[in-house]
Structure formats: C-alpha cells, structure tokens
C-alpha cells in the first residue's frame, strides 16, 4: 500500500505540473471601442463610394477599419453576443477621430442588436435608430497587407497605408512560450537521507519551499516506508513512523 500511495502521489504532482494547455484560438490583440455600421454595396443608395477596398464582395461578416491590414480576422462581442468578422474595407473616416474605431456590416450589427436587416435601405431597423454599440472586440489573425498590427488609430493618421513590423505583443502567453517547469528531484521531490548510525532511523529532508511542511513530513515517511519493504536498507520503526505522522 505504501508503495502504490507513493506512486500515485507522485502521478499526480506531475499531472498538475503540466496542468496547462494551449488555447484552440490565439488571441493576438483585444479591446473595446465603439462600432457603428455600414452596407456598402456600390449600389449608391447608402452614399457608398463603391465595393469594399479589399475587392472582397459586400458581405455579412465584412468589416471596416481605419488601421487594421486589410483581411485581419477576429470577433466582436456585444451583451454576451459574439460575431466573426473580418477587415475588408476602409472606415469609418470622420468618426474614428471621435473614437469609433470599426464599422460593422449591417447584417452584423442587426445580429447582435436584435434588429433586422433592410434590404431596401441598407439599414437596420427595430433597433430605435441606434447606429453605435459599445463593442468588445478580439483579433485572431492579422491580414498580411499594410496597416497598425495594434490598436486602432483614426483613418487620418495614415497608419492604414504604412506597412507594421513590429504588431503588438499577444495578451496571452500560448503553453508552449512559457518557462519550462523546474523539473523535480528524483524520487517526487522529497529526500531521504540514509540511516543514521545510532539507530535512530530515518531522517527526512525539508519540503520544497512554498509546499506544506506536514505534507513532506508524510510523504517522507510513506517513502521511507517503501524503500524499508523493498529491501532499500533504510528501517524505519514502528514508532518512529507514529511520530512523523503525528506531526
């Protein structure tokens, strides 16, 4: 029993060692801002100016930004909504230097509002003539063209024609970028130090630092007990193993 009680606690130490994981998706900027919508379809009934910049089709899920590359992917998150989106246009111009950084298609927006969409006027309707939301919003991947690898800048800084080598540092650190786990000493961490020689058996080393004394002082002994079945040449009197445990 001492002998299986040692091995699985020294399983679990090493599961929750490496407890952590990489995430499915990579965060690589997030924040909030306020968005406003569009449609624009070339068709001149909005007072658009013709199709998106990026030559992608008008579409749901196309979004415009005043600085972020052209095809940078990501979502936005409105009162426990959230929406995909991808940057294929330019905008808004004027209002980003009032701090609204993104113009969401309007089928988007209709989905996280609970408007609907008016194909005739390109709006959206049910929503009390609301045209900005205060949205959070995550990147995912950035697009490969010109434009601020970083927090969105108003369209009249030029940022969006300026090519960004240096985009901003992930908030997340993915597994696989974090400091290695300190490995543990043979044995799960806790010392034994060979029999004394005037009998007295044996004694156990300090606990790691940060970790429970009593814990050390337990598996001290259920290590110490192993090692005396096994034939290890360490005897621990029955005694002895009282007044670790009493510890």
Same mark, same amino acid.
């Given at each position: 029993m001492l002998t299986a009680s040692t091995v699985g606690a020294l399983t679990i130490a090493g599961t929750a060692a490496h407890a952590d994981s990489d =995430?499915?998706?990579?965060?690589?900027?997030?924040?909030?801002? =306020?968005?406003?919508y569009f449609w624009d379809d070339s068709s001149g009934r909005a007072g658009d100016t013709g199709l998106p910049a990026s030559g992608k089709p008008m579409q749901k899920g196309l979004a415009a930004s005043p600085s972020w590359p052209l095809?940078?992917?990501?979502?936005? /998150?409105?009162?426990?909504?959230?929406?995909?989106?991808? /940057?294929?246009?330019?905008?808004?111009?004027?209002?980003?230097?009032?701090?609204?950084?993104?113009?969401?298609d309007?089928? =988007?927006?209709?989905?996280?509002?609970?408007g609907s969409f008016n194909s005739s006027t390109l709006g959206v309707d049910g929503v009390g003539g609301q045209g900005h939301i205060k949205v959070d919003y995550v990147i995912t991947k950035w697009g490969d063209g010109v434009g601020k690898k970083n927090y969105p800048v108003a369209f009249s800084t030029g940022a969006w024609s300026k090519r960004d080598n240096n985009p901003a540092k992930p908030p997340q650190i993915l597994a696989e970028e974090k400091p290695a786990e300190e490995?543990?000493?043979?044995?799960?961490?806790?010392?034994?130090?060979?029999?004394a020689q005037d009998g007295g058996g044996v004694t156990e080393a300090a606990a790691p630092q940060g970790e429970p004394q009593e814990a050390s002082v337990v598996g001290g002994a259920l290590m110490a007990g192993a090692l005396a079945m096994a034939g290890g040449g360490a005897v621990l009197g029955g005694e002895r193993l009282r007044r670790l445990v009493k510890r």
């Open positions: =995430t499915d998706e990579k965060i690589l900027l997030k924040g909030s801002t =306020t968005a406003s095809l940078t992917e990501g979502y936005v /998150v409105y009162k426990g909504k959230k929406m995909p989106f991808f /940057v294929g246009d330019r905008g808004p111009g004027v209002p980003s230097n009032r701090g609204i950084m993104l113009d969401l309007a089928k =988007t927006f209709a989905d996280l509002t609970g490995s543990a000493p043979q044995g799960g961490g806790i010392a034994i130090e060979a029999p």
